[in-house]
C-alpha cells in the first residue's frame, strides 16, 4: 500500500487539477457520508467533473479513498519538527511534537474516524493504517533513541517498546477525544500527555 498503485498521475496541467479536485471531493465525501455510503456519481458531482471523468484517473472507490489516506499520512508525520521548531530541548521538542500531532489528528477527525471504521473491515486499509503508525513509531524511537545517547532519558528503556507505548497512548486518546465523546480541554489534554511521556521517559534536564 505505501507504493503507488492504479493508474498513472497524468502528465497534463489539466489533468493534475482534476486529479486533485477529485480526491479534495472524495475527502469531502467520505467525511459527510462514510466510506460504505459514498457514491462515485458524488465525488464526481462535487469536484465538478462527468461521472466518466473518475474512471480516468481512478479505478474504484477504494483507490481515491487509498489517496485520501497517503495524504493525510504526509500530514500526520510532521516531519523534522526540530527543524522547523527551532528548538534543541527534549522538553520542548516532545511537546512541539505532540502539540502538531493532536492539532492534525483534531483538524482531521472526520476523516480519521472514516479510517478507523474501514480499517476494521478491509486488510489493505489495515494495513495503511499501521504502516502510518509504524512511521510515527519509527520517528519516536529514533528520538528516544537519542536521547538516551545524551544522557537524557532512563537507559534502561528499551527505545521501541517504549516509543510504541507512548505513540499508542496519544493516538487512542486523540480517538476518543476528537472522534469519541470524551469531552477534555485541548490544553488540559496535551499538558498531561506532555507530562506522561515526561514521566515515563524519566526525562532529565539538558545541561
Known amino acids: 500500500m505505501g507504493e503507488q498503485v492504479g493508474k498513472p498521475a497524468p502528465k ?15 475527502r469531502e465525501v467520505f467525511e459527510h457520508d462514510g466510506f460504505l455510503d459514498a457514491r ?8 465538478g ?53 493532536l492539532r492534525t489528528y483534531r483538524r482531521n477527525a472526520r476523516l480519521m474516524g472514516v479510517l478507523e471504521q474501514v480499517s476494521q473491515v478491509d486488510e489493505n486499509f489495515r ?4 504502516e502510518r503508525g509504524a512511521a510515527l513509531l519509527d520517528r519516536n524511537a529514533a528520538m528516544i533513541a537519542d536521547l538516551q545517547r545524551r544522557g537524557l532519558v532512563d537507559a534502561d528503556l528499551d527505545a ?21 465523546d470524551e469531552k477534555i480541554d485541548f490544553e488540559v489534554l496535551v499538558e498531561t500527555l506532555n507530562q506522561l511521556w515526561f514521566n515515563a521517559l524519566q526525562l532529565r534536564d539538558a545541561d
Do not use: C, W
Not at 489533468?15 to 472524495?26: D, K, Y
Not at 456519481?41 to 469536484?47: F, G, R, V
Not at 521501541?160 to 469519541?180: C, I, K, N, P, Q
Open 160 to 180: 521501541r517498546a517504549t516509543a510504541l507505548s507512548l505513540s499508542a497512548m496519544v493516538s487512542r486518546t486523540a480517538y476518543l477525544v476528537f472522534v469519541g
Open 40 to 47: 462515485i456519481s458524488d465525488i464526481s458531482k462535487t469536484a
Open 12 to 26: 497534463s496541467t489539466r489533468g493534475v487539477r482534476t486529479r486533485a479536485a477529485l480526491i479534495t471531493a472524495a
Open 127 to 130: 494495513l495503511l493504517r499501521f
Open 49 to 101: 467533473v462527468a461521472s466518466g471523468s473518475f474512471y480516468t484517473y481512478f479505478d474504484s472507490k477504494e483507490e481515491v479513498f487509498a489517496e485520501v489516506v497517503r495524504q493525510l499520512r504526509e500530514e500526520m508525520l510532521h516531519p523534522h519538527v526540530r527543524e522547523r521548531v527551532g528548538v534543541d530541548d527534549p522538553r520542548e521538542l516532545i511537546a512541539a511534537a505532540n502539540l502538531e500531532y
